[in-house]
């Protein structure tokens, strides 16, 4: 396809998945040029340029980290958790949407998920990658990692398997691995269609490798829907069991505002919601870049929209469920430590955050805001931004006002707390858009199966 050719197609009606007009060869041609052919636009070079600028930013804080430990963080007792397991908890909870889209809606055959599982899912593997190093930096010797790990050593020396920190090491380990997996299964058909189509002859032998083999036979696709409904069967109960794993560091603690047994489905919940954010944050700029609003629709925005309106009332419900706990609980340290939220040194961020993820979403109610690219991205910003306060008050707030007067502090970020936070956010824009630039952000063959076309063919098989 020459660069400057346009695969014109109607508008899409509301509803619609997507939008008439296509055909296999234009869908193909489409998402495919976006790595083969068509010119980088301007968006792309600034996403990526800023990402590499935050990136070296966080190389510089995590080689200051090494050289003079974690005293250069704002954590003084009895703020031990500060920003680096807020983060932590943060990246965790976007990486949820991708596993959500590609497991649990491919289970229920929701055929919308099409146009947005690919780069939801590599929106999964570069958020848990982010996640992942904020524990490592905590523990002030990350070479020493592997201590968690149950590996056969001469001292006898085994892991605190009662400890959640452990199991969190469990839980995100297995839930990157068949992330990836169910990632790259995923792309093994776009990688051979990329193969053969480049006419780069290093750019067909890197996609040849890739694809395994793969030429599209019989045999080849019988074994690769059976490989990804067991990868999606295995990763459905991920989506509910590592945020719940998770939520355990706090739950299971007896510091006032953590003990509770309502933290895993808040947590569950607030994974979805934040990573649901995420999604429309990066689908409504991407689309809009690269033309592509008859593969990614408004059907698939407004869908999107309405899942995060339903996970942000359960958010809302944590919320009250929370105060009436306490006030219902009759627990005096309880009700000190949510009061202490509302009205001490912390309140202009829980008012923040209670405007962030309960108000501002009641404006997804109405469908024309659901229907507005920019409104909904704008929402997916605050959501982010409520989301991460969240994380924030929970963790240190409930810390900082623990049993005895005589120890409360005050958790004061310093500069490296947020040069390291605002690296990760830079490796996560690397890394995604160096994703956008070398393999195709949408799934060729399953948006290819929305064709009328496709399920006359299916049917004609029956």
């Keep these: 396809m020459a660069d400057d050719q346009q695969i014109v197609v109607e508008k899409p009606a509301p509803g619609e998945i997507i939008a008439p007009g296509y055909t296999f060869s234009t869908i193909t041609d489409q998402i495919s040029s976006v790595v083969l052919t068509r010119k980088t636009p301007l968006f792309w070079f600034a996403a990526f340029g800023f990402g590499g600028s935050l990136l070296m930013l966080f190389l510089l804080a995590v ?28 990246w965790i909870g976007i990486g949820h949407a991708g596993t959500l889209i590609s497991a649990i809606l491919l289970l229920l055959n929701q055929s919308w998920r099409n146009s947005i599982n690919r780069f939801a899912e590599a929106m999964t593997l570069f958020a848990v990658a982010c996640a992942g190093m904020f524990p490592l930096l905590h523990m002030g010797r990350p070479w020493l990692f592997y201590w968690m790990m149950p590996y056969p050593n001469t001292m006898g020396i085994e892991p605190q398997f009662r400890s959640p920190l452990v199991w969190d090491v469990f839980a995100v380990s297995t839930y990157a691995t068949v992330s990836l997996l169910f990632w790259f299964v995923g792309l093994m058909p776009d990688l051979g269609t990329l193969r053969d189509r480049t006419k780069n002859p290093i750019g067909r032998a890197i996609y040849g490798i890739l694809a395994m083999g793969w030429r599209g036979s019989a045999r080849h696709w019988s074994v690769y829907e059976t490989a990804t409904l067991l990868l999606a069967g295995l990763a459905t109960p991920l989506v509910l069991s590592v945020h719940t794993v998770v939520s355990f560091d706090f739950t299971i603690a007896i510091v006032p505002g953590w003990h509770s047994t309502f933290f895993p489905p808040y947590f569950v919940a607030g994974a979805i919601y934040s990573g649901f954010a995420m999604v429309l944050a990066l689908a409504i700029p991407l689309r809009s870049v690269y033309g592509l609003q008859g593969l990614i629709t408004d059907k698939h925005l407004d869908n999107c929209g309405k899942i995060m309106l339903a996970t942000g009332w359960i958010v809302a419900y944590a919320y009250m469920l929370e105060l009436f706990g306490a006030w219902y609980g009759g627990n005096t340290y309880e009700q000190a430590a949510f009061w202490h939220r509302m009205t001490g040194p912390y309140a202009i961020q829980y008012w923040s955050l209670v405007a962030c993820n309960i108000v501002a979403p009641q404006f997804l109610w109405f469908k024309r805001v659901r229907s507005s690219p920019v409104l909904l991205f704008i929402a997916s910003i605050v959501v982010l931004v409520g989301m991460w306060l969240e994380r924030f008050m929970i963790i240190v707030s409930s810390l900082a006002q623990d049993f005895l007067p005589s120890s409360w502090g005050i958790f004061q970020a310093t500069r490296w707390d947020w040069a390291t936070y605002l690296g990760t956010i830079g490796l996560f824009l690397f890394l995604f858009f160096l994703f956008v630039r070398a393999l195709p952000m949408i799934s060729i063959f399953e948006v290819r199966t929305l064709l009328p076309q496709a399920k006359v063919s299916k049917e004609g098989k029956r």
Excluded: D, H, Q, Y
């Design 63 to 90: 080689t200051v980290l090494l050289a003079k430990g974690v005293g250069i963080w704002g954590i003084r007792t009895p703020v031990m958790w500060g920003f680096a397991i807020t983060n932590f908890v943060w």
